[in-house]
């Protein structure tokens, strides 16, 4: 089982819709990261969210820490082709540990 | 600044060979980490490496194994190859700074493993 479970699995739409991506765990996480994967590439760091409650803006990207730190989401305004990847979230825990989410396939067709 | 870089990039063995992979940090970066991600299971993590030493293990048989140099490149060993050992292999690096908490992670682009 995943210590943390992301939902959708899988997204498609179209270009210009608005989605959210939810990154849920029962643990407590020090930080929260978010990253961006495209195919035969590595993960790239999108944002690292650290306090409860913590709302992070990068352009059309929304990320929200919960406020216990237990989880998060990622909102996407207007998604456009280039937004299309898979969309990992991590947290990391008091000994440093990384622990990965499933992954959500998201991709808008133009 | 060179990247992160993983080779070889691909690769195809069979069932009881081993294999080694190897990792060039970002210079001046000190920890390095490595994951196996299927798409069954995602991205697993498998261990760190901070000054030579291992500093964090997953959840992986001792058939996994990996060392890292003084200059910091960090390789990794499969030993007795599985067929579920088919995987990308990811290596990251970060400066470990103290104050880890945002110490962000560079990832390289992976060595794809095919055991047949």
């Known amino acids: 089982t995943q210590l943390l479970e992301q939902s959708p699995q899988f997204l498609s739409i179209q270009e210009g819709e608005n989605l959210t991506v939810y990154c849920n765990s029962s643990?407590?996480?020090?930080?929260l990261q978010w990253y961006r994967q495209e195919p035969g590439e590595g993960p790239v760091l999108l944002v690292t969210v650290v306090t409860g409650g913590e709302v992070k803006k990068l352009k059309r990207l929304t990320f929200q820490f919960g406020d216990a730190r237990k989880d998060s989401s990622l909102h996407i305004t207007a998604a456009q082709p280039g937004d299309t990847g898979l969309y990992l979230c991590a947290g990391r825990n008091n000994f440093n540990k990384f622990y990965f989410g499933s992954g959500t396939k998201l991709n808008v067709k133009p | 600044k060179a990247g992160v870089t993983q080779t070889p990039r691909y690769l195809i063995k069979t069932r009881g060979q081993q294999v080694t992979l190897s990792c060039s940090p970002i210079?001046?970066?000190?920890?390095v980490s490595w994951y196996q991600q299927t798409p069954g299971q995602g991205l697993q993590f498998l261990f760190e490496?901070?000054?030579?030493?291992?500093?964090n293990k997953g959840n992986f048989p001792g058939r996994f194994s990996g060392r890292q140099f003084s200059n910091s490149r960090s390789e990794m060993n499969v030993s007795t190859l599985e067929l579920g050992d088919s995987a990308l292999y990811l290596c990251?690096?970060?400066?470990?700074?103290?104050?880890?908490?945002?110490?962000?992670?560079?990832f390289g682009p992976g060595t794809r493993l095919t055991v047949l």
């Open positions: 210079s001046g970066h000190r920890s």
């Open positions: 990251a690096s970060s400066l470990a700074l103290a104050g880890w908490i945002t110490d962000t992670q560079y």
């Open positions: 490496y901070f000054s030579e030493t291992q500093r």
């Open positions: 643990s407590v996480f020090s930080s």
